[in-house]
């Protein structure tokens, strides 16, 4: 396939994401952050291709049954839908990846102030949501795992009972602690006069791998599990909790009706994905998403089905000059 744009960090095809998906080759650490259709939400043709809300539903099933297997083991997985559907659409997502949270974008500077209360029959939501997943469906594996077998399989070996060592690490308060278990499992280290200990109270003959070595191979393991977990580099404490309050996008000339502001997509990309890993998109719209993963360091991946907004993806991604802020999202 060739790309409709493409640079260093960005491709951009041309097609529905169905017909698209199949035929990509990436490779590296691959995440998904998107904004499908919500399903007659906006007056457009690609928001109302369904007749029914199920019928929109098993299309979401299909398109992501066919991005999963371009996302690594460490994917963070990011859907946009609308207030009615996010329950829906998270249901959707469970089924196919590890659902983590269900984000409510509370949109600032709502027109809550124009709605007239005469005329509605329910509370209006000021919100968007965004299905937040993860690739994998197991927790990873303790980052000692190999070291905490050893010293399991020797205290065994020697008869010592758990009791016993674990009376020879008390808190300060003299009370039983979890050191043993926590090594045992591999959840970290002992210290260098802990394993002396440890292996003082099994006996000669045990525990006689050489301390350094075994600190040398926790520091692998240690980078290995690091490479392979999920990142999540939360910089900002305001947003640990799963509302977020960013602005919409003002208008200008050329936007796009769904366009997502560049605060959140930053927030989102910076929190979840590495520097120099892929974002796939497969519904572009304008490219803020191929924009924002570009200008931070992340490689991006587009599909947009509308050629006009292909071209307009194209002017904003060939501009050599960027401002985040600036060009909205």
């Keep these: 396939m060739k790309p409709y744009y493409e640079d260093d960090s960005v491709q951009l095809f041309h097609g529905r994401c169905e017909d698209i998906l199949p035929g990509l080759s990436l490779t590296g650490s691959v995440h998904l952050l998107t904004d499908p259709p919500y399903f007659k939400v906006k007056d457009n043709d690609w928001d109302n291709q369904w007749s029914k809300s199920a019928e929109f539903l098993d299309w979401m099933g299909e398109w992501l049954d066919l991005a999963k297997p371009h996302l690594s083991p460490d994917a963070s997985v990011w859907v946009f839908a609308s207030p009615a559907l996010t329950s829906a659409v998270e249901s959707v997502v469970a089924q196919r990846f590890r659902v983590l949270n269900s984000v409510r974008w509370v949109k600032q500077g709502s027109m809550a102030h124009r709605a007239s209360i005469d005329s509605v029959r329910s509370h209006i939501s000021f919100w968007e949501g965004i299905v937040f997943a993860e690739q994998s469906d197991d927790e990873p594996e303790t980052v000692a795992a190999p070291i905490g077998a050893y010293i399991r399989s020797e205290r065994e070996r020697s008869g010592v009972s ?107 990309i910076e929190t979840t994905t590495r520097p120099g890993d892929t974002i796939i998109d497969c519904f572009a719209g304008s490219g803020a998403v191929l924009d924002v993963a570009r200008q931070l360091g992340r490689k991006a991946v587009g599909i947009e089905m509308d050629e006009h907004w292909c071209k307009q993806a194209t002017k904003r991604l060939s501009q050599q000059t960027f401002d985040l802020e600036a060009l909205g999202a």
């Design 162 to 268: 758990r009791t016993v060592i674990q009376a020879l690490f008390p808190s300060v308060n003299g009370n039983t602690t979890g050191a043993l278990s926590n090594w045992e499992i591999g959840y970290n280290m002992p210290s260098r006069e802990q394993y002396a200990t440890l292996r003082e109270s099994m006996g000669e003959g045990f525990l006689s791998r050489d301390y350094d070595e075994l600190v040398a191979e926790y520091v692998a393991l240690r980078r290995e599990f690091e490479d392979q977990r999920r990142p999540f580099n939360l910089k900002d404490r305001k947003r640990l909790g799963d509302i977020w309050d960013f602005p919409s996008v003002p208008p200008y000339a050329g936007r796009h009706v769904c366009e997502k502001p560049v605060g959140l997509l930053t927030h989102m």
